[in-house]
């Protein structure tokens, strides 16, 4: 099954367009866990495991593996997702960018060594550096388009002839770089107008939502804004407000509950 | 030693603006390395060893690293890069960019975790993206602005208000982000007249330029619109062209001799 019938399957079947992102910070883990070689993965699957029914995706973010020697224990986690939760697509979070002889590389490292079932990229380098990820037919390329963060205006928000850079970014991915059907773009939960602009370019294409939770995003504006007529095309991610939603022994369950809520607080406005 | 210091030294005591970049392909490998599990170390070691005195940097490409589960040879590369050849410093090329919180982590990957003295760092995130790499006062940050592929123009030769998006970036980078001295901009050598404009535009900051070589940009061209008065501010990179120079035993020979010569070419026209 491609990476987008498995994420259509995932929408319907866990009626979920919530996406839960696995940022694991040490840090941050409940005492019970700390000092434990696999912590890591430990955590993360506990968090997996307690949310698996609320989802339409994972998200791991590699920088915080990568940040401790940990690539094991993600490898480890995505085979757990893969093999005890089946049709849950997992979208690794690495925002790769680079020239087509080392954009096989990255494509490699995500699609063969982890066994993501898509990848973000950043689209900066332009469609020779995209299309090493596309050669996979059933992989997933979730583009940059216009990022959550202050900076994110820097250059995304610049006017490249009558529109922004994050517009022009839909359009290409829309109408030129996506001839496979394998593109997504990443749209921040913290502008809902732009979400609507994107939306309007791309027509159904999935778009990967960051910002609610944590981030301050509103959820009622980000579903009204990018959802497509069918009441899906979204995959909106919250990532701190449900790992560390509890501190203790129970933080499974604590994030089960937020999870919940925030399921049902997306679905109230699909 | 901040990175910019060890950079100019080592432009001056090696007489040298070459960088050797070390992109290890398993399957070009000589003969008697195939097999080995720490073939891909041995093989960049032994270039490393090989050129040390010829060059003003090192370029690791993590991707082929990362695509065959090498990053302990990466460490342990680096490692003797500072151990055998103190002064040399290593440019981590790994085009991270994200968020502020993830940006941290991938800054502890760079600098604590592979001890690299720069990270190549992709720009479309903007300046806060940015800024976690800056925290480390004695790294480099090297800035895709201009690079070498051909879809880099999609994007970077887009008309900002009367200039190019890749110039933007410069200006970015020179006039509101470099306020500690720690950026460098990625321009590549397939467009020598946009090297002379962001030249123009940055003054003094490094200049990280792929794409002599086996990508076929011109030397002679690139020195003349990259150099700085003193005739330094470049890292005229090449990776292919050296580390396959020569297929048999001695490849590290051919690689010096190659090496030698680029060397020897770029500082014709400085």
Redesign the interface.
Known sequence: MTFTEQLAAAWQNNDSLLCVGL?PDPAKFPAHLKGRDDAIFEFCKTIVDATADLVCSFKP?I??F????A?DQLEALIAHIHERHPGIPVILDA?????????E??A??AF??FRADAVTV?????????EPYLAFPDKGVIL?CR??????????F????GEK?YE??AR?AAEQWNTTGQIGLVVGATFPAEIARVRAIVGEMPLLVPGIGAQGGDIEATVKAGRTAAGTGLMINSSRAILYAGQGEDFASAARRVAEETRSAINLHR
Chains 1, 2 share one sequence.
């Open positions: 940022d973010q920088a915080y990568a940040a401790r020697r690539e925002k790769r960018g680079d020239i087509g002889s080392t954009a590389q990255y490699v490292e063969e060594r950043n689209p900066y380098m332009g469609r020779d550096s995209v940059l990022t959550s963060n202050a900076g994110g205006s820097d250059l995304q610049l006017d490249v002839g850079l022009r970014v290409l």
